[in-house]
């Protein structure tokens, strides 16, 4: 591993050889592979701690560990964020799912050291039309900035691709979270964000590796943390839904690490 020239506020941004690629792709398959395992089990009735407990049980079957366990204090090895909740919902056996929520499940599986890092956000039982577009746009968004990368792009070309799709259907993005680098570390330099402008920030290079993970809100950008320090939701409490991919830099585009191998597609709604 080596760095870029360029700093991201102050800190080094890594770009990885073909031993980082090999070693994160099969970090990011036991992430996806995670998601895959946890989709049948997302069903109305089920609590958010024994999706947490059944992740935690297949990450340490791959031969993983759950990166977010002792994480900052963290104690789980999933965040599952229901309806208004946008981030780092944390699991609970009182959290029970009912149809017509949407919830999202992000693991983050550390496997021989590097970290796959991935969420989707899945609609339980049939959800309202407005809960359905929320997570189409989410996906949508994801895979707009994810489209925008390679070479010589920006990171405010992606958060500029991100926010229009947001945009364009009433919906904001939110601004206190973002993407980040990742590899042996979780959350690493470059920073990633949702919103921008185009042509501005960080020049991609092949090599670098990032998570894109757009929250997409149906109201306003703000949101506030619970007393819980983690649990984040939406001021206006309005639906936010939220998809994420670990990916790299190539030299010709990008190379998402986080596909599912089961649809051989992009796993989106
Ligand atoms: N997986 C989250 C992310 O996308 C990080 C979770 S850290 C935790 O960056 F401590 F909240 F679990
Ligand atoms: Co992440
Ligand atoms: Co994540």
Redesign the pocket.
């Known amino acids: 591993m080596r760095y870029s020239t360029q700093l991201d506020h102050g800190k080094p941004i890594p770009l990885y050889d073909e031993a980082g690629f090999a070693a994160m792709r099969v970090a990011g398959r036991v992430a996806a592979d995670t998601l895959d395992f946890i989709t049948p089990y997302v069903k109305p009735g089920v609590s958010t701690a024994e999706l947490d407990r059944l992740c935690e049980e297949f990450m340490r079957a791959a031969g993983s560990i759950p990166g ?1 366990i002792d ?2 204090g ?1 104690k ?1 090895a999933s ?1 599952i964020s229901v309806n208004h909740v946008v981030t ?1 919902g944390v699991p609970s056996a009182t959290k029970i799912l009912h149809a017509g929520d949407i919830v999202n499940i ?3 599986p550390k496997f021989q050291g590097w970290h796959g ?1 991935t ?1 989707r956000t899945y609609e339980v039982g049939a959800v309202s039309i407005l809960a359905a577009r929320v997570v189409r746009t989410a996906h949508e968004a994801m895979m707009a900035g994810i489209n925008t990368v390679r070479p010589g792009a920006t990171l405010g070309d992606v958060g500029a691709a991100i926010e229009a799709v947001a945009r364009a259907q009433g919906f904001s993005t939110v601004r206190d979270f973002c993407g ?1 680098g990742i590899g042996q570390v ?2 690493d330099a470059p920073q990633v964000l949702h919103y921008g402008r185009a042509g501005t920030g960080v020049v991609l290079e092949p090599g670098m590796i990032f ?1 894109i ?1 757009p929250m997409v809100n149906a109201g306003s950008y703000q949101v506030k943390t619970l007393p819980d320090k ?1 649990t984040t939701v939406t001021k206006d409490r309005s639906l936010s839904a939220q998809f ?1 991919h670990t990916l790299a830099v190539t030299e010709t585009g990008f190379e998402i690490f986080t596909l599912s191998a089961l649809t051989g597609s992009l796993a989106g709604p």
Request: glycine letters at 0%; one cysteine or more; a negative charge.
């Open positions: 977010t994480y900052h963290y789980h965040c780092h992000d693991v983050t890092d969420s980040h979780m959350h998570t993970e983690w994420e």
